[in-house]
């Protein structure tokens, strides 16, 4: 949690062959993702994120393109980590959202998921 990016990419196959063998499958996700989108193969149960789909996009292009920046090592290192810890900071507010979404406390819990 989250599983964005490249865990998604890699889970969504697997969540492909367990529809096809007649399970049911259920996937928990944020409304603000970069690549977990509804589909037929599964029922999507989507929770609230503090910040929207432009903001998250944009933090990660500045993220990925300071990672390739020039400049002495000491300087790509800080201003790598201070990505790592913003895009950290997400995960965690998303995960602080999901938590705090009752309804679907609720439903995870009663359906045993």
Known sequence: VPVDGSHWLSMREVLDMLRQKGHEVVVVAPEVSLH???S???????????????EMEK?????????FEEGSFL????????????????SAACCQHLLQNKELMRYLEETKF
Do not use: W
């Open 36 to 38: 977990i989108k509804p």
């Open 40 to 54: 037929k193969n599964f029922v999507m149960k989507m929770y609230s994120t503090p910040y929207t789909q432009e």
């Open 59 to 67: 933090d990660f292009k500045v993220f990925l393109h300071t990672s």
């Open 75 to 90: 300087e790509r290192f800080l201003k790598v980590y201070e990505g790592m810890k913003k895009v950290g900071n997400m």
